[in-house]
């Protein structure tokens, strides 16, 4: 594998390993020392993990990848980069697939043809006066889709099995890195509002009636729009309802 094709954005580094417990681990490991935004991509994980604890499975010739980052500022913030990373995810997708069967799912999921293709996991550490590090982990079931299914409602597919090409991780990362890039350009330029209006755009099942599940409890309501913040706003019989964080089912 390598990376730093024609597309490499400048100022980001790459770091390639054969093998690794998980790339957002090594993430952790190496911000410290960070001296520019660096993106580690692996072959295999031994331990990859996804949201809410879950078990990632990461077989070979799948993307397993990590933007680590110091961006400074809140955490808060920071996190807004799960919708730099989704409108980047969906636009790499979208050269190898029919973009019209794409579709973003809140808070970072990817479908394609209505199943999971593809995965966020963004960590960080910090402290009430600001962020130290900022980890995007991002799986992409480019050839394989795993074989357990975590999520009935939303099966795993793989890039590959739907139409896709056969596409190489770092051929991927190349044009990801970039389309993170240019994430970041639109938000130093503009803000928040032009990569949720973007973001909106792609967003599955804007309009409709969906249900917010968190470990508590269940909201169903109107998708009508994300907030500033990220939140999902649900319009219910009792009003607006913002949600921070939860697993959503239409
Ligand atoms: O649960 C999800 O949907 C998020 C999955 C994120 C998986 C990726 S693979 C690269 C990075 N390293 C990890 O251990 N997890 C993320």
């Known amino acids: 594998m390598s990376t730093k094709g024609d597309l490499w954005p400048e100022g980001y580094d790459c770091i390639i390993l054969d093998s690794v417990d998980s790339t957002n681990a090594e993430a952790a490991r190496i911000a410290g020392d960070l001296k520019r935004p660096t993106w580690i991509l692996a072959k295999t994980q031994t331990a990859a993990r996804g949201r809410q604890g879950r078990h990632w499975e990461n077989p070979v010739g799948n993307l397993a990848a990590t933007l680590v980052m110091r961006p400074g500022g809140q955490a808060q913030e920071a996190a807004l980069r799960s919708f730099f990373a989704s409108n980047a995810l969906f636009e790499t997708l979208a050269l190898y697939v029919d973009r019209t069967r794409l579709g973003l799912k809140w808070p970072n999921d990817v479908l394609l043809n209505g199943g999971k293709v593809a995965g966020i996991l963004l960590e960080s550490m910090g402290t009430a006066q600001g962020l130290d590090w900022l980890a995007v982990g991002i799986g ?72 917010a599940r968190t470990s508590r409890d269940e909201i169903t309501g109107v998708f009508e729009t ?14 607006m309802v913002p949600v921070p964080a939860a697993d959503i089912y239409f």
């Open 226 to 239: 994300v907030d500033a913040y990220g939140n999902l706003i649900l319009r219910t019989k009792d009003g």
């Open 140 to 211: 992409v079931n480019l050839l394989h889709k795993p074989d357990g299914v975590r999520d009935a409602a939303f099966p795993p597919v793989a890039l590959f099995d739907e139409g896709g090409a056969a596409v190489e991780p770092d051929i991927f990362l190349n044009a990801l890195a970039a389309n993170f890039a240019t994430e970041e350009a639109i938000y130093a330029e503009m803000g928040f509002d032009m990569i949720r209006d973007n973001w909106l755009k792609r967003a599955a099942r804007l309009g409709e009636v969906i249900t």
